[in-house]
Nanobody, 125 residues
Framework: QVQLVESGGGSVQAGGSLRLSCAAS????????MGWFRQAPGKEREFVAA????????SYADSVKGRFTISRDNDKNMAYLQMNNLKAEDTAIYYC??????????????????WGQGTQVTVFL
């Protein structure tokens, strides 16, 4: 079983940056693809980014392309989401997730078997 814990959320002014971290325990992330999702108030959870473990292929939602970068450190069992040029519409709870058997590009949340509790990101004008 994989346990995931997010950190790094907070409040930031529009145009600023945040780096979210996802720490995994219980099992190595080496055989998992990692993803980030977010859920804004009153909205459904949506895909943000994903990264495979095998060839480092990445996938991004159109709304974050060029601003967000997903990365991972398999040695530290960590995943990250660097968020630059944040906008008010990026305000949401952000979740990291691990997929051991999903089909790339892993845009759907049902592709993921393990989830963190989420971390709040608030972007103010």
């Amino acid at each position: 079983q994989v346990q995931l814990v997010e950190s790094g959320g907070g409040s930031v002014q529009a145009g600023g940056s945040l780096r979210l971290s996802c720490a995994a325990s219980g099992r190595s992330l080496l055989n998992y693809a990692m993803g980030w999702f977010r859920q804004a108030p009153g909205k459904e959870r949506e895909f943000v980014a994903a990264r495979r473990w095998s060839n480092y292929t990445t996938s991004y939602a159109d709304s974050v392309k060029g601003r967000f970068t997903i990365s991972r450190d398999n040695d530290k069992n960590m995943a990250y989401l660097q968020m630059n040029n944040l906008k008010a519409e990026d305000t949401a709870i952000y979740y990291c997730a691990a997929s051991g058997s999903g089909t790339w590009p892993l845009w759907s949340d049902y592709e993921y078997q393990h989830w963190g509790q989420g971390t709040q990101v608030t972007v103010f004008l």
